[in-house]
């Protein structure tokens, strides 16, 4: 009963703004890195952002930065991925991943997927040209 759910995707035009938003249940995830991914059909899932449990530190992607902003609210259980400048090459399904192996430091953050232990079923953003 564990989950995440994303929510926020939709249809915007390039250059558009968007804000994913990720909800936490079932446990707290207060102290576990976040971490949004995002897969487009036929290619590898791939890195987005992430960002240490306490919001201290954060990473994008080279082909997201300036671009996309990942915070979180952990009173809320919940991460944000806000979006602006969004390009055709950006849709994609965008799923939120926790990673809840053990503690590490306020700092710590994971960009690779296989550290993850949950996640959300994924939310559509598809940009138009």
């Known amino acids: 009963q564990v989950q995440l759910v994303e929510s926020g995707g939709g249809l915007v035009q390039a250059g558009g703004s968007l804000r994913l938003s990720c909800a936490a249940s079932g446990r707290t995830f207060s102290r576990d890195v976040m971490g949004w991914f995002r897969q487009a059909p036929g290619k590898e899932r791939e890195f987005v952002a992430t960002i240490s449990w306490s919001g201290d530190s954060t990473n994008y992607a080279d082909s997201v930065k300036g671009r996309f902003t990942i915070s979180r609210d952990n009173a809320k259980n919940t991460v944000y991925l806000q979006m602006y400048s969004l390009k055709p090459e950006d849709t994609a399904v965008y799923s939120c991943?926790?990673?809840?192996?053990?503690?590490?430091?306020?700092?710590?953050?994971?960009?690779?997927?296989?550290?993850?232990?949950?996640w959300g079923q994924g939310t559509q953003v598809t940009v138009s040209s």
């Open positions: 991943a926790a990673q809840s192996r053990g503690y590490y430091g306020s700092t710590f953050y994971s960009t690779q997927a296989h550290e993850y232990d949950y």
